[in-house]
């Protein structure tokens, strides 16, 4: 049962074609928890251009499996596209990385990954 996450919109985009539903699932675990260590690793360092990289690539994939981060992730997209040296984003990548951790494990576990 989804706590983390939601399935409503990714139903809704795959037409209730499970196969899809699957294959979306399949990738959010491949590829979502890769881009949040590069957060991990980006945001401590300054590392602007990587941060804004890597939370705009997750940001598509957060909103349709409708994760409550979504809104901490658009802040720390928006402290590496704007350089935003002077805001501290620390607590905002911790609701990042917790959301996606959290969700990364519900989905594996609810569709056997």
Do not use: C
């Given at each position: ?49 990587e941060t804004y990289q890597a939370a ?58």
């Open positions: 049962m989804a706590q983390h996450y939601t399935l409503d919109r990714v139903r809704e985009m795959a037409d209730n074609d499970e196969d899809f539903v699957m294959a979306l699932a399949a990738a959010f675990i491949e590829e979502v928890p890769v881009d949040a260590d590069r957060l991990r690793k980006a945001v401590p360092e300054n590392d602007f251009y705009h690539k997750m940001k598509p994939t957060l909103e349709l499996f409708g994760l409550s981060s979504y809104d901490a992730l658009i802040e720390v997209q928006d402290w590496g596209k704007f350089e935003q040296e002077d805001k501290d984003i620390t607590s905002q990548l911790q609701t990042v990385l917790e959301g996606v951790e959290n969700a990364a494990a519900e989905i594996k576990s609810d569709f056997n990954l």
